[in-house]
């Protein structure tokens, strides 16, 4: 049943060509009004249907009004005019008993968590597998656009960010927490701070600095911001260690780690893997060359520049590069010995890893704290190497080779780490001309790999 009063979105009436319309400024839309319609939006805040039907019914005939309400009703299913998140317990799919979890993640689509080939970044795939297992404990309500169900245990719900403070008690009555991502223009959620009713916000931090500085002067204010109930969760313990330099309370932060698909990524036999790589990018010298891989957006801050120094340096090794796409470097001329693998859909994945003998991981951007590609490749048994920068090392563990990196610990610019070419490049003949030390890192790095699973990390989303 349709039911004044209703809270409006932000409207804009107007007229065109003899037609009324209202244009919707929440969901960037226009709709057609009938000049009773128009009438209705002017009483919709303020009075009943009854009491709407009064006041018009001189100027129209009950009908033509009634039929209006149906229209109304409508438009609302669409998610259209009428604010989101009235009655919760009657518009939200409710029936489980299971606990429940706001996810609020403005600017990203709902759907392209749930198909990962869409998605390129390291935070956005490792939030996509989480989802996957937080259902096993949890039913998931992403804030959105529309009421509808998305796959098992999982709903998008129509109701805004901007509606939280004013539905804070039925939100809390509702859900146990709120899970979002911090990003360092996320201006919306410092505001609901303010709202004691609402439940727990969980803030998820994959850049804990860079960004000329704007990452770090964000997460310092929702800081100052948070409720004692409230809490920042990170991949690594880096980021408590790194901001323990900045306040006086890191038990906000909670290390809960990304995890790996360990049956997807795997271990296989390495020269198949080389043969099926080579066919598909057509060159032999995968076959018969140590090859040395990376797997990453090809641009400055992921190390790209580095990488092909390490070419330089190594004309006797096979620099191979998967990623989306090539990027500016495809307009250089490049050293023979690098070869860009292309992009390669996440099922392919396994294959590219496993023909590399060593992996290596050149970011120098102030947003690792983690690094699931070296987490990826581990699983699949190839030793990496990474750089003494932020989370990384303490993902690799012993499984791996840590490198030298100039750290600009006290810049808090975008680019805050150098690694070093030289040493890089020692490490990797070091790897590549130890059979022994391979094959032993290489089995540590699987077996280090099983410990970081979503299986472990998902059941503790829901102490909070």
Avoid at 65 to 94: H, M, Q, V
Avoid at 230 to 251: C, G, H
Avoid at 404 to 410: L, P
Wanted: charged share 25%; glycine share 6%.
């Amino acid at each position: 049943m349709f039911d004044f009063p209703k809270t409006l979105h932000q409207l804009h009436l107007f007229e065109a060509d003899g037609v009324l319309y209202a244009a919707d400024i929440e969901k960037v839309r226009v709709v057609e009004l009938s000049a009773v319609m128009a009438d209705i939006l002017e009483l919709a805040e303020t009075q009943t249907n009854e009491e709407i039907v009064q006041t018009l019914k001189t100027s129209y005939i009950e009908d033509d009004i009634l039929e209006a309400f149906e229209r109304f009703e409508e438009l609302e299913k669409e998610g259209l005019l009428f604010n989101r998140g009235e009655s919760l317990t009657e518009t939200l799919a409710l029936e489980s008993e299971r606990r429940k979890l706001l996810v609020a993640i403005p600017g990203i689509s709902v759907d392209s968590f749930f198909d990962i080939e869409t998605l390129y970044a390291g935070t956005n795939m490792a939030l996509s597998y989480m989802f996957q297992h937080l259902t096993e404990y949890v039913d998931l309500h992403f804030a959105g656009n529309q009421n509808r169900k998305l796959a098992d245990n999982v709903y998008e719900v129509d109701i805004s960010v901007t509606d939280f403070g004013r539905l804070s008690r039925s939100i809390n009555e509702t859900y146990f927490g709120i899970l979002t991502l911090h990003r360092d223009h996320e201006t919306w959620l410092l505001p609901l701070y303010q709202y004691t009713e609402l439940p727990p916000m969980l803030v998820q931090c994959h850049a804990p600095r860079g960004h000329g500085g704007k990452a770090l002067n964000s997460m310092l204010r929702h800081y100052a911001a948070m409720r004692d109930f409230d809490a920042f969760t990170a991949p690594s313990d880096y980021v408590a260690e790194f901001y323990s330099n900045y306040i006086w309370d890191p038990s906000f932060f909670k290390t809960l780690p990304n995890g790996v698909d360990s049956v997807l990524f795997c271990p296989m036999d390495k020269e198949a893997a080389k043969r099926k790589l080579a066919e598909e990018i057509g060159d032999e010298r995968i076959l018969t060359t140590p090859t040395v891989g990376y797997l990453s957006r090809v641009q400055s801050e992921k190390g790209a520049s580095v990488y092909l120094k390490l070419a330089e340096l190594n004309p006797h090794l096979l620099f191979l590069i998967a990623g989306p796409h090539f990027g500016r470097y495809q307009l250089r001329e490049l050293p023979d010995n690098l070869v860009y693998a292309g992009f390669h859909p996440r099922e392919k994945l396994p294959i590219v890893y496993n023909a590399f003998d060593v992996y290596c991981f050149l970011s120098m951007s102030g947003e690792e704290t983690f690094g699931l590609t070296v987490l990826e490749a581990m699983a699949c048994g190839v030793p990496p190497i990474v750089p003494d920068f932020d989370g990384v090392p303490s993902v690799v563990g012993d499984a791996g080779l840590v490198a030298d990196a100039d750290n600009f610990n006290n810049d808090i610019g975008t680019l805050v780490s150098y690694p070093s070419p030289v040493d890089f490049s020692e490490k990797i003949n070091l790897l590549l001309n130890d059979d022994e030390m391979r094959e032993a890192l290489s089995q540590k790095a699987r077996a280090r790999a099983l410990s970081f699973t979503w299986d472990k990390t998902a059941p503790h989303y829901p102490i909070f």
